[in-house]
T-cell receptor, first 112, second 113 residues
Framework: EAQVTQNPRYLITVTGKKLTVTCSQN?????MSWYRQDPGLGLRQIYY???????DKGDVPEGYKVSRKEKRNFPLILESPSPNQTSLYFC???????????FGPGTRLTVL | AQSVTQLGSHVSVSEGALVLLRCNYS??????LFWYVQYPNQGLQLLLK??????LVKGINGFEAEFKKSETSFHLTKPSAHMSDAAEYFC???????????FGAGTTVTVRA
């Protein structure tokens, strides 16, 4: 089954404790993105990747890091999480620039 | 840069009534436009997309949207609401030469029996 998977689905952590949210897709897509969803703001892009070892900042990259060492994986790293990063995070992938984006199920992060 | 405005953060309709969700966009070039649906505790699913072909686009679950360049709009409609249509709906716009997908704030639809 074609899908984007994220882990963990739920995470509660404390300020300053480094964490990684994993994202994996099995569709051989070149493009992958991370978004955060906040009430009243819709989804905002954090980072995106056009292929292995090629990444760029989205609208809200501060406080986040990403890496793309393999085509299928695109982890999101929070080196020192803060409460304002409490949000619902989505990973997405697609084959071309403007093709349909396939979304993962989301990761709900709470930073205390 | 593109931006999207969705008019109305909440819409309530009766089962069997017309669903109309409004989306206006701003873009410096002819855009690509999308409607996504998010059911509770799930990711986003594509309903339909406009990529410069026919201006009236039909999607899944009986939804359709019309691209109106003169009004910079891409409103989503469904003639007859079903209980299963209760969800949050997002309009999104993309510049054909950009990788970014810009989303509206979303509209939550509730369906009354």
């Amino acid at each position: 089954e074609a899908q984007v998977t994220q882990n963990p689905r739920y995470l509660i952590t404390v300020t300053g404790k480094k964490l990684t949210v994993t994202c994996s897709q099995n569709m051989n897509h070149e493009y992958m993105s991370w978004y955060r969803q906040d009430p009243g703001l819709g989804l905002r892009q954090i980072y995106y990747s056009m292929n292995v070892e090629v990444t760029d900042k989205g609208d809200v990259p501060e406080g986040y890091k990403v890496s793309r060492k393999e085509k299928r994986n695109f982890p999101l790293i929070l080196e020192s999480p803060s409460p304002n990063q409490t949000s619902l995070y989505f990973c997405a992938s697609h084959t071309t620039r403007v093709n349909e984006q396939f979304f993962g199920p989301g990761t709900r992060l709470t930073v205390l | 840069a593109q931006s999207v405005t969705q008019l109305g953060s909440h819409v309530s309709v009766s089962e069997g009534a017309l669903v109309l969700l409004r989306c206006n966009y701003s873009s410096s070039v002819p855009p690509y436009l999308f409607w996504y649906v998010q059911y509770p505790n799930q990711g986003l699913q594509l309903l339909l997309k406009y990529t410069s072909a026919a201006t009236l686009v039909k999607g899944i679950n009986g939804f359709e949207a019309e691209f109106k360049k003169s009004e910079t709009s891409f409103h989503l409609t469904k003639p007859s609401a079903h209980m299963s249509d209760a969800a949050e709906y997002f309009c999104a716009v993309s510049d054909p030469d950009d990788y970014k997908l810009s989303f509206g704030a979303g509209t939550t639809v509730t369906v009354r029996a």
